[in-house]
């Protein structure tokens, strides 16, 4: 293993199947489902009333020898509907938003210039509307929503 280990945080909606998947890359040393964006130690039941500004995030530990930011960028916009305001499939509120959390001058860069250029392929029919912002303290959640879908024998939740 490398010395290095960088850090990325995406908001993709709902976190159990965004943790699953990042979980399963490789290169990727932790997933770690959890609380970005408002005030100190909140909590699920706080969090889903949409009203502490925070947003259901995965907060990913990488090595970036063996996978760089920019892949698990591509996977984040694979993963979720990146067109959709406060709201991912049936989850609605601004706790679901589609938000990328940097943790480097360089993450966020990647990031603006990776919307710049989805929204210019057409991949979409309405614009992107995740937003770029740095990162904030990274709260866990509780220990049941971690490795949820593992622990359940589900598999991932699709958009």
């Known amino acids: 293993m490398s010395s290095q280990i960088e850090i990325a945080t995406f908001g993709a909606g709902c976190f159990w199947s965004v943790e699953a998947r990042y979980r399963a890359t490789e290169g990727v040393l932790d997933a770690t489902s959890g609380y970005m964006g408002g ?5 699920y039941r706080q969090v889903c009333t949409g009203t ?19 892949t698990l960028l591509a996977m984040f916009f694979d993963m979720h509907n990146p067109t959709t ?11 679901y938003r589609s938000v990328v959390f940097f943790h480097s ?3 966020e860069e990647i990031a603006l210039q990776t919307i710049a250029a989805l929204d210019q392929s057409g991949r979409w029919p309405q614009p992107v509307v995740t937003q770029v912002q ?9 220990e049941y929503h971690q490795r949820y879908l593992e622990k359940h024998g589900l598999g991932f939740c699709s958009i």
């Open 85 to 95: 305001l406060n709201r991912q499939g049936p989850d609605i509120g601004s706790q």
């Open 39 to 43: 005030p100190p130690d909140p909590n």
């Open 134 to 142: 740095e990162a904030m303290p990274f709260w866990p959640a509780e």
């Open 105 to 107: 001058a360089e993450q």
């Open 52 to 70: 502490t500004g925070h947003a259901e995030v995965v907060q990913v530990k990488f090595d970036p020898q063996k996978v760089n930011f920019e």
